[in-house]
């Protein structure tokens, strides 16, 4: 997930985690839709595996806003423990489903999108496995 930029382009999901975390990945199991370029200047872009809206408060340095998070499914090419880049992220590691549970740092919301989207992948990935 990251910021879209003029000079990047935001189709580019597993560089942006190669450049943030120091994973290598690729689209998930659903795959990657066929794009299209419309136009000039205008791009088709892939649909998130969710969108994610969040209220921001003020804060001394911003006003209140909404975020919106455009979330990618992704695979990594291999277990390496990613690195965070201080710039943009703060923190990267992996956790297993019972990790989720266990830790105390993590925030409710993100354990219930965690939990749901796991079940709903792990699921998928049944169906493909006995189709």
Not at 22 to 39: D, I, K, M, N, Y
């Amino acid at each position: 997930m990251g910021t879209s930029r003029p000079t990047r382009c935001p189709t580019r999901r597993p560089c942006e985690v190669q450049e943030e975390t120091g994973v290598h990945a690729r689209p998930g199991p659903l795959g990657e839709p066929v794009l299209t370029s419309p136009g000039p200047g205008v791009s088709e872009l892939p649909r998130p595996w969710v969108m994610l809206e969040q209220h921001i408060p003020a804060t001394a340095r911003e006003p209140e806003h909404t975020h919106l998070d455009l979330c990618y499914l992704l695979e990594a090419d291999d277990p390496v423990a990613p690195l965070a880049q201080d710039t943009e992220v703060s923190a990267a590691q992996w956790w297993d489903r019972a990790a989720i549970d266990r830790k105390a740092d993590v925030a409710d919301e993100v354990r219930s999108f965690a939990r749901t989207h796991l079940t709903w992948l792990q699921a998928i990935t049944l169906l493909d496995v006995a189709g």
